[in-house]
C-alpha cells in the first residue's frame, strides 16, 4: 500500500477520515456512548460490583490494598484515581462510564500483551497475518482479532491514523508505537508497547521480537504513537 507522511496535519485528516469509515471501534465515541451509562461507582458504596472493579484494578497494578474488600472506600477511590490520570481521564476518584470502559480496555491490552509473548521468534512473512509467520501490522490485526477487537486488515502507514495520537511520556501498555525505517518522517513499522520502554513487533531480522524503545536503532526511528483501542 502506499505510504504515508507522519505529520502533524496529515494524522489529523487521516484520524477524521477514520473515525467517519470506523465509529464504533475508537476510544472516544466509545467512551461517550459509555459515559451515559447511569451506574457510576464511587466511595460509601459496597457490593460484588465494587468487588470486580477492585480486583480489575488490582490485577493492572492500581489498587495495592491485601484483597478486595467490596467495600468503594479511600483506598479505592486513591486506585481510580490513579489509573485515569494515567488514561488521562478526570480525576475524579469516581467509577464511571468512562473509566469502567477505559479500565475494561486496558485489561483486553493486557491479555493482547501476554497472548504476543507466545510469538516470540515467529518469522516475518510480508503480508502475513497467521502463525505461520506476520508482518509488523499482520501481527497487530491477529492479536486483536483474537480478543475480539475489531479492526479492518491495513498497512503501518494507514494505522498511523487511527485512533488518537498518545505523547511519549503518556504510553501505557496496548498503545501502538510508529517507526519511519525507510524514509524519514514515513511511517513503516508499527509495533506494540509493553511498559518499561519495550515494545513488541514482526522485524524482518529476528521475526517476533521484544525492543528496546530507545534502542540504538529504534531510538532514532521512532515518529509516536496511537491509543486505537
Known amino acids: 500500500m502506499p505510504k504515508k507522511t507522519f505529520s502533524k496535519s496529515w494524522l489529523l485528516t487521516a484520524a477524521a477520515s477514520c473515525l467517519v469509515a470506523l465509529p464504533s471501534v475508537f476510544p472516544h465515541s466509545a467512551y461517550a456512548a459509555a459515559a451515559q451509562s447511569p451506574a457510576v461507582l464511587s466511595q460509601g458504596l459496597s457490593g460484588a460490583t465494587v468487588t470486580e472493579l477492585q480486583q480489575n484494578l488490582q ?3 492500581y489498587f495495592t490494598y491485601p484483597k478486595a474488600t ?3 472506600g479511600q483506598y479505592t477511590a486513591q486506585a481510580v484515581r490513579a489509573f485515569q490520570q494515567a488514561y488521562s481521564l478526570p480525576m475524579t476518584g469516581a467509577a464511571d462510564g468512562t473509566t ?3 479500565l475494561s480496555r486496558a485489561l483486553v491490552k493486557k491479555a493482547i500483551l501476554a497472548d504476543a509473548k507466545e510469538y516470540i521468534g515467529t518469522p516475518y512473512v510480508w503480508g502475513g497475518s497467521t502463525p505461520a509467520g506476520f508482518d509488523c501490522s499482520g501481527f497487530i490485526y491477529y492479536l486483536l482479532s483474537k480478543q475480539g477487537v475489531p479492526m479492518p486488515r491495513t498497512s503501518s502507514s494507514v494505522m498511523a491514523g ?8 503518556r504510553l501505557m501498555p496496548g498503545d501502538w508505537v510508529l517507526f519511519g525505517l525507510n524514509e524519514p518522517g514515513v511511517v513503516s513499522h508499527i509495533g506494540i508497547y509493553m511498559g518499561n520502554g519495550e515494545f513488541i513487533s514482526a522485524t524482518r531480522s529476528a521475526g517476533i521480537a521484544i525492543q528496546k524503545l530507545d534502542g540504538s536503532y529504534w531510538g532514532p526511528k521512532y515518529l509516536g504513537a496511537r491509543r486505537y483501542y
Request: proline share 0%; net charge neutral; no cysteine.
Open 59 to 61: 490485577s493492572l497494578g
Open 162 to 169: 487511527m485512533g488518537f495520537a498518545v505523547d511519549r511520556d
Open 100 to 102: 469502567r470502559t477505559a
Open 70 to 72: 467490596g467495600y468503594y
